[in-house]
């Protein structure tokens, strides 16, 4: 897999951005639950923020709220829906992220690392976000599951697969979209390889959820998956 | 941009601190700029106000 694979699926959100957004109005139960029973943090993140629905829910528990996509158009919705100066919008690449070591307390990532081509790439995102959140902050982490209704997948394989679902405009056209469909085994099996400490792990209205803590202080040392 | 984002962004690459370069200001936001991380070298537009740090592999221009 090269980078090219990454840069189709934000080309594809570039496309899809304002009608992608505009049926993503709530933001997940599950993500506000998670919100509300966190302790409040200095700084908040989402990675992946879409049209910004959940870093409107940090918000609420974090002084301040970076919201980062790679898609530079759904981030321009997303200023629209938090105001301004309501969230720090940054541009950015959810395996590299340009975010300092031990800068976060709290962090959603949800949703976004099934468009992630390639497990080493999903591994190495995983570990970015082990990085970037504090030992003592929380996080939680989800991805589309084989579970779902819409799949005919048995949920108990140890692997999910790879599918392109398709988003279709308003005007017809049809834009393509990558993603990792998680057998929960694997999803479970992806975070235990990652650098995260992983606190627990369940499957919830199809999707794989997991709240995790930021690496430990001296276990820099990078697991191979 | 809010200035303050400056202690929390870093390079993507390296992780180094970034500099930055204004050129366009309104009402405290930074509506245009230039971050070059200290380290590599490697420079990131601010533009409209939102920055840029996908790495440069990611960057291509696609119509908007």
């Known amino acids: 897999m090269d980078n090219a694979d990454a840069r189709d699926v934000r080309e594809t959100y570039e496309t899809i951005a304002d009608h992608f957004a505009k049926t993503r109005a709530h933001p997940w139960p599950e993500v506000e639950t998670f919100v509300e029973r966190a ?96 030992a003592d902050g929380s996080a939680l982490v989800s991805a589309w599951s084989t579970a779902h209704d819409r799949f005919d997948a048995d949920p108990d394989a140890a692997r999910g697969f790879d599918t392109t679902i398709d988003w279709t405009l308003p005007d017809g056209d049809v834009v393509p979209r990558f993603y990792h469909i998680y057998a929960p085994a694997e999803f479970e099996a992806d975070l235990e390889a990652s650098e995260l400490q992983v606190e627990s792990v369940r499957v919830s209205s199809g999707n794989c959820y997991a709240e995790v803590r930021g690496q430990r202080e001296g276990e820099s040392e990078r697991k191979h998956p | 941009m809010n200035e303050d984002l400056l202690d929390i962004i870093c390079c993507p690459l390296d992780k180094a601190e970034l500099e930055l370069d204004v050129d366009d200001r309104d009402d405290g936001e930074i509506v245009s700029g230039t971050l070059t991380c200290t380290d590599c070298g490697e420079t990131f537009p601010i533009e409209d106000g939102i920055p840029n740090l996908l790495p440069p592999d990611m960057r291509e221009e696609t119509p908007a």
């Open chain 1, 39 to 134: 302790e409040s943090a200095a700084v908040g993140l989402d990675v992946g923020c879409g049209n910004g629905r959940h870093a409107a829910v940090l918000a609420e528990r974090a002084d301040r709220v970076v919201a980062l996509d790679a898609s530079r158009n759904l981030l321009e919705v997303a200023r629209e829906r938090l105001g301004e100066p309501g969230a720090r919008l940054v541009q950015g690449d959810a395996t590299r992220l340009p975010l300092r070591t031990d800068s976060v307390g709290l962090a959603v990532y949800v949703a976004t690392l099934h468009h992630l081509p390639g497990r080493e790439r999903r591994i190495e995102s995983l570990n970015e976000l082990a990085r970037v959140l504090r």
